[in-house]
Structures are given as structure tokens and as C-alpha cells.
């Protein structure tokens, strides 16, 4: 048997979020199809870096699977973008040693997210930025609230309260914002994320630039570690799951 690792790109709009669900169409469902379909086998399952909920997009969602089967790396990239519908691409493809994990080889997550300045919110950008109308944020303020949030803490004020695990504390270790023509777009990387973290962390941040709260406020409310301190999750449209990281050693073959 040999391990594959495949880079995944997805636009979330019509999906159920990533993970498979009985009766809902989920981005792992229309993978395992495409992969039990060329192994003519039901038993082949795919494992990704971690699940994203319905809406949500990623340009680099990283998934293994194990095969018995000898394609080239560039046949199994094109097999299975044949059978996936287009709003999944499988953007590169390598064999992998046989330690490695998707979920927990994984170093580091780099998400994006994504606000809109434009004076009418185009009928074509509408599932993939949050508009923020004629409104404009403050951002120097929410850039400075961003700094509070940087470097290892218990992240239990900015995590969904159905978050399963009880250890919640995760590393931020770049958090920036930037204006970039008509989007305002916030960057974020870390050793890993909580259950709607990423999307908290980006409401919070709006909140301050609207000036709801003050900057220095991020830091009581995270010592808090209170969800009902913080502010509302930002939508789920406005979130890319954009890179996975991976030690060297662990992609080796």
C-alpha cells in the first residue's frame, strides 16, 4: 500500500461543510465517491487536515489516503479532478511516507478571511467576502487589538462553547491585517484552531474597529476565557482555509 497526499481546493458555497454527514452533500463525500469509484472499492476513505463548516473555502485543505494502486502522481491529479465536481480541484498530488498524517502530522494552519469595501457587494463576490456596506472600520485599531491575541493562550473566550476538546489552548503566531484594494483582509497562522476560533477572532476584531470595544479589552476578555465575553462569529463565506504545514521529514518517501 502506498500513502498519497493531495492539496484540495474548494469553494464552500453548496456544501454541508467538509466532513462527511449521512444525507448532506459534504466535500469529503464527493472525494470518497471519486476515490472509491477509481479503486472500485467502498472501504477507501480519504483523512483531511481538519473539518470546515458549510460556507467556509480553503485553497490549501490537505488530505491522505492509502492505495494499493501505482498511478503517477500527475494520473491520480488528473483521475480524480475527472470525477470531482468543479467546485473541487485537486491542485497537487505526491506519494508520502507511510508516517505521515494529514490531520496529525500537521505544524501550522494559515486561514484567511475576507471583508468587502465595495460600494455594492457584486452578485459574484457575495459568497466569498462579508460585506461591510458604507461602513468603514477603524483599522489601526483592530490591528493593534490583533496583538493581544498573538502567542500561546487558553483560547476558551474565542472558540465555540460546542468546542469538543478540553485543552484549549492553541498558538497564534501571525495575525495581520491588510487593505488590498477593495478587501480588507485578515491573516492568520497558528500550530492549530479551536471549534469557529478563526471566525470569533475576526468578529472580535471587527467589533473593535467599529468601536464597540477597545483594543486593550481583547486581552481581559481572553483572560476571561468566556465565550459570552467576546463578540459575535463573523460569517462563514468570508473564511479560506488557505495553507497546512508540515514538517519535512513527515512528506518524505
Known sequence: MGRVKAVVAY????????????GMRTVQSEIDKALVKIHKDKS????ASGRTD??????????HFDTPLTLKEERWQMALNVLLPTDIRIVNVCYVDENFHARYSATGKTYIFKWSYASVHSPFERNYSVHLGKWRPDVEKMKEAAKYL??????????SAKTATSNRVRTVRLLTLERHDDELIMTIEGDGFLYNMVRTIAGMLLAVGKGWHQPEEVKEILALKDRQAASKTAPAHGLYLENVTYDHDNLSK
Open 11 to 22: 469553494d464552500g458555497t453548496n456544501f454541508s461543510g467538509y466532513q462527511s454527514q449521512p
Open 44 to 47: 477507501v476513505h480519504s483523512v
Open 54 to 63: 458549510a460556507g467556509v473555502h480553503a485553497n490549501g485543505q490537505v488530505i
Open 150 to 159: 498573538i502567542g500561546t493562550y487558553d483560547f476558551t473566550s474565542f472558540c
